[in-house]
């Protein structure tokens, strides 16, 4: 379950609330608690309503030929926007690109975009709930080139 939802054995210690050696524990074989699955099961469920949201915009967007997204640069602020690690964001993002595979999904550093001289779009929200999206920043881009133009 670790795998499919983008957590290293350290870092799904830390989420949920277990020593490393536990985890461990658990990848070889013992037995997981059953609060333990709903809370990955959670995690996972999270990362397709994002995966689902962000096709959903795309489409909206006019299902140009590639989209920009503003992640998390770090663990430390994925954790500040509601995820377990930058990891298990860029998971939700994964999802995506399997169900809209022949589009181009740039990362475009936060700083740099917030400096730059275009209009800031807003922030990319996932949820429709209380709890804080992520930050993702969707925008349509220009169309690719084909190969042979310069």
């Keep these: 379950m670790l795998e499919l939802t983008g957590l290293t054995p350290g870092v799904a210690a830390g989420y949920l609330g277990q020593r490393q050696r536990v985890v461990n524990r658990w990848i070889t074989g013992a037995p997981v608690p059953p609060d333990i699955y709903s809370k990955l099961y959670s995690l996972f ?82 949820f429709a709930n209380d709890e804080e999206p992520p930050h993702l920043v969707l925008k349509a881009s220009a169309a690719r080139t084909n190969e042979g133009e310069k």
């Design 45 to 126: 469920d999270k990362q397709q309503t994002a995966a689902d949201y962000l096709c959903d915009e795309w489409v909206r967007l006019g299902k140009g030929p590639s989209i920009e997204l503003v992640v998390a640069a770090s663990d430390a602020e994925a954790r500040q926007k509601g995820w377990p690690s930058t990891a298990a964001l860029l998971r939700s993002i994964a999802i995506a690109q399997m169900i809209i595979p022949n589009i181009l999904i740039k990362f475009v550093d936060a700083k740099k975009n917030e400096a730059s001289n275009e209009k800031a779009e807003e922030p990319f929200n996932l």
